[in-house]
């Protein structure tokens, strides 16, 4: 017994070293110098006064609010858009027709795709001299690029939301087609043979069905969403600005006590995904629970 | 009527097919098209200057056998990034595997104590967000001597991955059953035998997929890289978010098309094993 313990001690123990030295170690000193603790500059009291600037300070407070509130609008935005956008397709593409395998290939494509290279991808398709843009005004439909609309680096975020949802569709679209695949198309005859329409087996069988899923699914995009960098760096504009954006260029900022203003805001932008954590685990250990 | 239903529901495909690989031909178009003006939708001409420009293909004339060894071997910085990439993604890989491959073993064939709160501990940078560490590990690092060189990329790259690799691993030793190595034993096999044939080959196809996943999220790592390497350690993602900021379409596509392809590769060769009941799958959502 004493044995087995040993072994199990022993195999743990250099992954969590890992994870507790970088990650939480990270996390740790990133809080400590969220609260004004820079041995390196000679400040060593503790206090909120970071946490306070971000948001509630006249210089920060309306970068902050609109940051958060921008961040809010495109996770969920993006979220629920990718996962209705999924759930069509995967309804839609389980009827055998020509080119299946390709359409398949196609719809799973963006999964293994950097979201960088998404965000490049967005920015030459949807710019205002880009791919649609150009074939707009081929076909007549405006004469300058500046007829066409601003969705690449526009103030509502609405290139992010497009480069999250073309990047996002293809991991629900994974994650619903093993679901209807694991589950065939019985439930749903047996709906119709009891009289249920279109609309009702999507709307009392299929969807209570994939449910469980898509919301697990969900969380991890949105909470993917809601804290990185790259996509709104390239795609956002300078106000509002998503969080992530505005804690890293807070800690790239020459002035060292801007620092604690980053560190600060990663801090809030943690907390609020680890809420989203705790009630994901707890999901999932439900769902466990009741298989 | 149903029949016209089912006709819209095809088209439906087609039509979001369609615009799913937009991105991909705008990316081929810009790539090999140096002068692609507005409002053309097929450019006037092919050109293949952006290519020449990152020095990866030799000026018209010289694009001998020799003229391209010469040229790459010039180091220009596109394979320099590229190398790194390579090699950083290799060595995490192997690290990572190496390191999760007893501790998934035990967390997926024992049951013990703290075991949920050491799934729970593992799982937890797969879901918070980089820049929640990463600001703090980067003045931890200055002072450890880690920034700005190889191995502190490679370290910090180990955070994103470790704890996927673990899980999808604890996956697989979940459903594999350890008597066939007691049968090995009691036959006279030792301990490094038995891992290698009885062991490894069970373990080996989703150790595989473990691997290229892990590989991959390395791969498309820029934050981590860009703090930690403090502009010192170039890879690919840092060069395609550099040039693309800088705004040029041509030599921005073109470094993207070399960063995409071991994706599209990846997913050409695993897409059987890419489902929403594999921990793998998971992993994707993060890169």
């Known amino acids: 017994m004493g044995g087995e313990r040993l072994k199990i001690i022993l195999s743990l123990t250099p992954p969590l070293l890992i994870i507790f030295t970088l990650f939480f170690g990270g996390i740790f000193y990133g809080f400590l110098q969220s609260l004004g603790y820079q041995p390196a500059i000679g400040k060593y009291e503790i206090n909120f006064s970071a946490y306070y600037n971000v948001m509630f300070s006249e210089r920060y407070a309306k970068l902050f609010w609109t940051g958060l509130g921008l961040n809010l609008w495109v996770s969920f935005a993006s979220t629920f858009l990718a996962a209705v956008f999924a759930l069509f397709g995967a309804l839609a593409i389980r009827k055998t027709f020509f080119a299946k395998t390709i359409c398949n290939f196609i719809y799973s494509l963006n999964l293994p795709m950097p979201h960088l290279v998404v965000a490049v991808g967005i920015i030459f398709v949807f710019s205002q001299s880009g791919l649609l843009a150009r074939l707009a005004s081929q076909i007549g439909l405006i004469g300058s690029p500046g007829d066409f609309p601003v969705l690449v680096k526009d103030k509502y975020g609405l290139g992010i939301i497009l480069a999250y949802i073309w990047k996002e569709a293809a991991f629900f679209f994974i994650i619903l087609m093993s679901v209807l695949q694991s589950l065939g198309e019985n439930f749903e005859e047996l709906a119709q043979s009891l009289g249920a329409n279109r609309w009702q087996r999507f709307r009392y069988v299929i969807l209570p069905l994939v449910m469980p899923n898509l919301f697990s699914a969900s969380i991890i995009v949105f909470a993917f969403s809601f804290g990185a960098y790259e996509v709104p760096a390239l795609l956002g504009v300078i106000y509002p600005q998503m969080l992530p954006v505005m804690a890293f260029e807070f800690f790239l900022n020459p002035d060292l006590n801007a620092r604690s203003e980053g560190m600060a805001l990663s801090i809030i932008i943690a907390i609020i995904v680890m809420i989203l954590v705790v009630f994901y685990f707890w999901l999932t250990q439900a769902k466990i629970r009741k298989d | ?287």
């Open chain 2, 1 to 287: 009527m149903n029949n016209n239903l089912k006709k819209i529901n095809i088209y439906a495909i087609y039509l979001g097919a369609i615009i799913l690989i937009l991105p991909l031909i705008a990316f081929f178009i810009n790539a090999f098209s140096f002068r692609w003006f507005y409002p053309q939708v097929i450019p006037k001409e092919l050109s293949l200057q952006a290519w020449v420009r990152l020095k990866l293909i030799p000026k018209p004339g010289q694009r001998s056998f020799e003229g391209f060894i010469e040229l790459w071997a010039s180091n220009p910085t596109v394979i320099k990034a590229l190398l790194n990439s390579l090699s950083i993604g290799f060595l995490v890989t192997i690290v990572s595997i190496i390191i999760a491959l007893p501790a998934a073993r035990v967390l997926g064939l024992l049951n013990f104590r703290f075991k949920k709160l050491i799934i729970f501990i593992m799982v937890s940078p797969t879901i918070l967000p980089p820049i929640a560490f990463v600001l703090g590990l980067n003045i931890n690092f200055i002072s450890w001597g880690f920034s700005g060189n190889y191995f502190g990329v490679c370290l910090v790259h180990l955070v994103p991955i470790m704890p996927y690799v673990v899980l999808t691993m604890t996956g697989i030793f979940a459903n594999y059953n350890p008597d066939f190595e007691h049968q090995a034993r009691t036959l006279g096999a030792n301990k490094t035998r038995t891992f290698l044939l009885i062991t490894l080959p069970a373990i080996a196809p989703g150790m595989v997929v473990a691997a290229l996943f892990a590989f991959l999220v390395s791969w498309s790592q820029y934050l981590l890289t860009f703090l930690i390497g403090a502009g010192k350690v170039m890879t690919l993602p840092l060069l395609v978010f550099s040039t693309a900021s800088s705004g040029n379409p041509a030599l921005t596509a073109a470094i993207s098309i070399i960063f995409i392809f071991p994706a599209i590769l990846i997913l050409f060769f695993t897409s059987k094993f890419v489902s929403g009941e594999s921990g793998a799958t998971s992993g994707f959502g993060k890169i």
